[in-house]
């Protein structure tokens, strides 16, 4: 990554193949049998690794693949399997219950849940699909996971070796479509396998060897549990082979070289944190090779319940979950100190020449991503003392995975939608500096609009500061080290900083927007009636698109909450991300003796976290089927349906490119009231109780009952 002119960028290398071996996160395991988890993995990862060596050595690949995933934090597995599959739903019966499955009745909805658990639990979630027509169906949340760098693995089951070259009908170019949306592509199988006919080459593929292979000792489950720690850190497919082989690079290359001279298609992961391990059927049933002496692992501790629920009460997240997080290297660390002390001069710099009134854009402001907006390990604590101490405007992603919200936090300025707005909301500021976040460009290229929103700084070349997350992990730092350090850097200003006490207004006091009056129900009012109402440490999952808009505003000071957006811009991801959160939830309270219990149960004891689906209604059409889930499982799940009975975001694109009108052939296609969508049907004829409201009032009483009831409830908003 080359450094831009106009700005300074913690970046110790100029190639991205250059990053720190994942081997550093890993650790190896003494015993020469695989570790297969018992009851107590219910109980999370560590419990499940301290009762793996009382389970019996699995007989089949796929159960040694399983129970690598499980050594890695892999507990619930979302699930549309098919023949090919069959032999790890097998692995899931012998293995009951470490690893929860969760039918999901369409792969979109299984990929997009896996997400949601994963943003949730902050550990890697499973999918299991169908042939490559199963992965092509969960594309497009598989899009939104990899924008969000989400660690999901996709489990992918494949023809038999020996059948591929039969081209039976459901034969198709795995490797490749897994390529478009993965950061990492493996192959459990040997490196003689029959090319699949008409085959076209794209890139590089890693061979995880299965039994038969003489150049390879690790075996699939080896290959998966590499795969793993690729997901949580972020790195390319021939990385994450030299983590788990300890002969290093060079054999990752010859994996890779393998594969092309045995004919395979050549693979070119697009990179980010979803990981795809394709399963050939044989590989599923033959025993597993013999299990190597080192096997990588990670030494994982259960996040909180607080951590997974939100609900802005800092809790400690592993760093061994953390994405990118290595083991520090003292030559990176310094690096990183002293771009600190740098960027902490261009902060006070800005604040002298804004507080001395000079001219020009004037001011900081600190653009924050991924990581750097979570409460866990203080990392909005952190940004908070920095805003306070500087004068600098806290600003986020548009389209950020997770956002920790409410009183007590910081408040958030999220950058605009369309191009020129949020260019001319950067352009106000003489220092920007970026934390875990990419510098932000337009989602489209628009007429006479900028495509990069962050412009030159032509006469000020120090006016925008960026902290590479690889570079960050090459230091063993995490956003959160980052923002503390910057904090101390500071001085005693920053350090004296107290939350509501003498922060100047960055942090949010308790403040609720009061529920309108009676009337008509407008997509204004329905944002502020449920920020007034909704319950603290809930996780709103916001797809709500136009209707929406007034929400962000209107719940800043809501008790603390979890905030989940649509990062890639793939709609018909709230719904399925909702189920995988409630999933996530459940999990965490089980594990913490909540009074929730698992999914399914009866809710006894305190009320279970509630996870809250904002929702437009033509993107909900595309995931309908995750409302079966989240009743099969009784989940806690209210889902607002916001229904305009249009695309309206294609009538404003419209507008915004000054379309000549809107003809017959615009309205045809984003109109969606001939017929109009019955919610309340649609939803019962899946298990989930609703209603339809069109008043404030109605759409208030409504919502207090669905808060509190056991299980999922739908309203249907019609605005």
């Not at 943003?119 to 890697?124: N, S």
């Not at 793993?228 to 850190?233: E, K, S």
């Not at 306070?388 to 605009?416: H, I, K, N, Q």
Request: aromatic letters at 4%; a negative charge.
């Amino acid at each position: 990554m080359a450094q831009a002119p106009d700005s300074h960028r913690l970046n110790l290398s100029d190639d991205p193949d250059d990053m720190q071996p994942l081997a550093a996160t890993t650790r190896a395991s003494s015993s020469s049998a695989a570790p297969a988890p018992l009851a107590a993995a219910a109980a999370g990862p560590a419990a499940a690794a301290v009762a793996a060596t009382a389970a019996p050595t699995p007989t089949t690949g796929a159960e040694a693949l399983l129970l690598t995933a499980v050594r890695y934090g892999a507990d619930v597995c979302f699930a549309n399997p098919g023949t090919t599959e069959m032999w790890m739903v097998a692995a899931m019966d012998r293995l009951w219950p470490a690893v929860r499955p969760v039918l999901c009745l369409h792969e979109n909805v299984a990929t997009g849940a896996a997400d949601g658990y994963a943003r949730i639990a902050r550990r890697p979630a499973l999918t299991l699909l169908h042939l490559g027509p199963g992965l092509a169906n969960g594309l497009a949340n598989l899009h939104n996971a990899r924008r969000a760098r989400t660690p999901v693995v996709n489990l992918v089951g494949d023809m038999a070796t020996w059948h591929r070259a039969n081209d039976p009908p459901l034969n198709s170019p795995l490797e490749a479509l897994a390529a478009t949306v993965s950061g990492s592509v493996v192959v459990a199988g040997t490196r003689q396998q029959p090319p699949r006919p008409g085959a076209s080459p794209s890139g590089d593929v890693a061979v995880a060897d299965g039994a038969g292979s003489a150049d390879s000792d690790m075996g699939p489950a080896g290959r998966l549990g590499a795969a793993l720690a690729a997901a949580l850190g972020s790195g390319p497919s021939r990385e994450f082979v030299a983590a788990a082989d300890p002969s290093g690079p060079a054999a990752a290359e010859g994996a890779a070289a393998a594969a092309m001279a045995a004919g395979g298609p050549e693979v070119r992961p697009v990179g980010g944190s979803v990981v795809t391990v394709i399963v050939p059927h044989d590989l599923s049933w033959e025993p597993p090779p013999p299990s190597p002496p080192l096997v990588a692992s990670l030494s994982l501790s259960s996040p909180s319940t607080s951590s997974a629920a939100g609900g802005g009460r800092p809790a400690a997240v592993p760093s061994a979950v953390t994405p990118g997080l290595t083991e520090p290297n003292s030559e990176a660390a310094a690096a990183a100190e002293a771009f600190v002390r740098d960027c902490a001069a261009a902060l006070l710099r800005a604040k002298s020449r804004r507080d001395g009134g000079a001219g020009g854009s004037g001011g900081a402001a600190l653009y924050l991503g991924g990581e750097a907006l979570l409460a866990a390990d203080g990392a909005l604590l952190a940004a908070g003392q920095i805003a306070a101490a500087t004068g600098a405007v806290l600003l986020c992603e548009g389209a950020f995975a997770r956002a920790d919200r409410g009183a007590g936090l910081p408040a958030l300025r999220r950058l605009p939608y369309f191009p020129q707005e949020a260019a001319a909301e950067l352009a106000r500021y003489g220092c920007v500096v970026l934390v875990d976040a990419k510098p932000p460009v337009a989602n489209f290229g628009y007429k006479g609009a900028p495509g990069r929103l962050l412009a030159p700084h032509d006469d000020d070349p120090s006016a925008v500061w960026e902290f590479d997350p690889a570079a960050l992990s090459a230091a063993g730092w995490s956003a959160a080290t980052a923002l503390h350090r910057l904090a101390a850097a500071l001085g005693p200003a920053a350090a004296a900083v107290r939350p509501l006490v003498n922060c100047g207004g960055v942090f949010v006091p308790p403040r609720r927007p009061a529920v309108p009056p009676p009337g008509r129900l407008t997509a204004a009012a329905l944002c502020a009636v449920l920020a007034a109402l909704q319950p603290e440490g809930a996780v709103v999952v916001d797809e709500s698109l136009t209707s929406g808009s007034s929400y962000w505003e209107a719940s800043k000071g809501c008790p603390p909450f979890v905030h989940l957006t649509l990062t890639g811009g793939a709609i018909g991801s709230g719904p399925p991300m909702a189920l995988g959160a409630a999933v996530a939830l459940a999990a965490a309270e089980q594990r913490d003796g909540g009074g929730g219990g698992g999914a399914g149960g009866d809710g006894g004891g305190e009320a279970r976290r509630r996870v809250i689906n904002l929702q437009a209604d033509g993107s909900a059409m595309y995931s309908l089927q995750a409302l079966w889930s989240q009743a099969r499982d009784q989940l806690p799940i209210t889902t607002i349906i916001c229904a305009n009975s249009s695309y309206a975001i294609l009538r404003v694109e419209a507008a915004r490119q000054r379309l000549p009108g809107m003809g017959p052939a615009t309205r045809v296609l984003t109109d969606l009231s001939s017929p109009r969508l019955d919610w309340v049907s649609l939803a019962a004829g899946m298990g989930v109780p609703g209603c339809k409201v069109d008043t404030v009032e109605d759409f208030a009483r409504e919502l207090e009952a669905a808060l509190v009831a056991p299980g999922p409830v739908l309203i249907q908003a019609d605005l």
